[in-house]
């Protein structure tokens, strides 16, 4: 798995759009992208320009977790 990034939103919706029904794929508020590598021949393939910011690293597979703290009542 890698991490991406787009120009534009409008280049990330095209690039959604193409990727939504062939490979698994996270994104975060931030506009990084996490998919497979082999999607990546894919997307430029089909003239989607991105940025490659390196691979995935164990926290971006972890799901965000809760504080265990209780709130003050």
């Known amino acids: ?8 939103e409008e280049t990330e919706k095209r690039a959604m759009d193409y990727l939504v029904d062939r490979y698994s794929f ?3 508020a931030n506009g990084d992208l996490m998919l497979p590598e082999l999607a990546l021949g894919d997307l430029a393939s089909e003239g989607i320009s991105f ?3 390196g691979p995935a690293t164990y926290e971006h597979f ?3 977790v809760r504080d265990p703290a209780s709130a003050p009542v």
Do not use: A, E, G, S
């Open 51 to 53: 940025h490659v910011k």
């Open 62 to 64: 972890l799901p965000p």
């Open 26 to 28: 996270k994104t975060w």
């Open 1 to 8: 798995m890698v991490i991406i990034r787009f120009d534009n």
